[in-house]
């Protein structure tokens, strides 16, 4: 099963500045602006070295701002291999579609160099489609600085393992963290090292017969399976650094574990007409009409609690129309073609029942976003259709992460953005060198 190993981290010397100044969300939700505020900030933010926009040849310029960091001390490589238990303290007041309720909430996990394999081993598991784009983008970066600069998000089950998870990683965060940095959300994020020879046995030896299920990172891990072929190609031998990937391992029954749904927003879409839709829906939906817009989320929410398969349309006003399935075994029927864990699947119910059966849009229509376009935003769809970017969104429940467990090991795989993981794992806490 999974391979883990504990691993020498390269990590911000203080000399570099504040933890607050160094970090940065994901590369793929920042704009060019907040690229800009993070670097007026603190020049030295690893925003420099993810999402590099310097120089005719940005991905050469980041492996230069590297070494040169590197030369300089701003960035040391840990003396001693280790894992590092990483933490998330976070608030959902006043969020959407959340199931884990209003209030704090942390998540903890464990970060560690994974043993690559190929999805075909069912050792590692992904559960959505990737962009080609994406893909390449990561590889010409991964390439050219030889380095993981931000983590795979994955989850396993303590069935699967030996020792515990919630006990051990207690007693290891009973210290005072290495570091600890509030973001600009409010999230408290926590780090410690975690070295020690006996514990880094327990933890190597938890893993032997787990398996993995990637949560969040889809592209970087299938860059990651790329570059490790483009460097045996090279004569790298197997065993090296660039047979693993640095991931960020949370048990699937963590109690802080949030998936929130993405919504589908219909644009450009030539003679719409709601009312013909709606009315071809009731053949296998109960469509409820003139929902009071207010009350969509605590309706979506009650419908998640009972199991239902609920979707809110919006299509203007302050006014909604909910449809359920009227039974899921027309599902079945109507996706008999797909493994029984993607046929009771929200998103893929929605995809395939409405989009593209009674809309048209078919799968490389979705692919290229010609008249779909997502948002994990309940008041971005709602404001995008009253501001008349899109004609009509429907609304999501979250997919549940046993759906996501089931799906990957069915082998099979959810219509692209199908899961939104929150809170995001901030970038520059531990990088992984890759040779």
């Known amino acids: 099963m999974a391979e883990i190993r504990a691993f020498r981290a390269l990590r911000f010397d203080r000399t570099a500045g504040a933890p607050e100044q160094l970090v940065c969300p994901p590369y793929d939700i920042i704009s060019e602006q907040q690229r800009q505020g993070y670097l007026q900030r603190n020049p030295h933010n690893i925003i420099r070295l993810e999402l590099p926009r310097d120089g005719e040849d940005p991905y050469r310029q980041a492996a230069e701002t590297l070494a040169g960091w590197q030369a300089e001390g701003l960035l040391r490589q840990d003396e001693r291999p280790g894992y590092y238990i990483y933490e998330i303290e976070f608030s959902t007041d006043g969020m959407d579609g959340c199931p884990l309720g209003p209030g704090r909430h942390s998540v903890a996990g464990i970060i560690a160099q994974v043993h690559l394999e190929e999805f075909s081993k069912g050792i590692i598991l992904p559960h959505e489609e990737t962009l080609s784009k994406a893909k390449a983008d990561r590889f010409e970066l991964m390439k050219a600085t030889a380095c993981n600069f931000s983590n795979i998000y994955s989850l396993y089950m303590d069935s699967d393992a030996g020792e515990p998870s919630a ?75 660039s047979d693993y990937v640095m991931m960020y391992l949370v048990e699937m029954e963590h109690p802080g574990l949030a998936v929130f749904p993405t919504h589908r927003l219909l644009r450009d879409l030539p003679d719409f007409d709601a009312a013909a839709l709606l009315q071809a829906c009731e053949r296998e939906f109960v469509v409820t009409r003139g929902l009071p817009l207010c009350e969509m989320n605590d309706r979506m929410l009650e419908a998640y609690k009972k199991g239902q398969k609920t979707f809110g349309l919006y299509t203007g006003g302050d006014k909604y129309a909910a449809l359920t399935l ?32 009674l809309l048209g849009i078919d799968k490389e229509n979705m692919k290229n976003q010609v008249n779909l376009t997502y948002t994990r935003s309940l008041s971005q769809a709602i404001g995008q259709v009253r501001d008349g970017a899109a004609q009509a969104c429907f609304i999501l429940n979250p997919t549940r992460v046993t759906e996501i467990r089931d799906v990957a090991a069915a082998g099979a795989k959810m219509p692209q953005k199908s899961t939104y993981f929150y809170p995001k794992l901030i970038t520059g806490l531990t990088m992984n060198v890759l040779k």
Do not use: C, N
């Not at 009973?174 to 973001?183: I, R």
């Not at 299920?213 to 090279?234: F, N, P, S, V, W």
């Not at 996706?335 to 395939?352: E, T, W």
């Open 167 to 241: 006990p051990m990683l207690q007693q290891l965060m009973a210290v005072p963290a290495d570091v600890e940095l509030t973001d600009e959300a409010g999230s408290i994020h926590r780090l410690w090292t975690v070295d020690d020879p006996v514990w880094i046995k327990r933890i190597t030896d938890k893993f032997r017969g787990v398996r993995l299920y990637i949560a969040d990172g889809h592209h970087r891990y299938e860059t990651a399976l790329k570059y490790r072929d483009t460097m045996r190609e090279q004569g790298v031998p197997a065993g090296e650094a």
């Open 326 to 357: 009227r039974d899921i075994r027309l599902s079945d029927e109507q996706l008999a073609g797909f493994p029984p864990a993607v046929r009771h699947l929200d998103v893929q119910i929605l995809h395939s029942m409405i989009l593209e059966r």
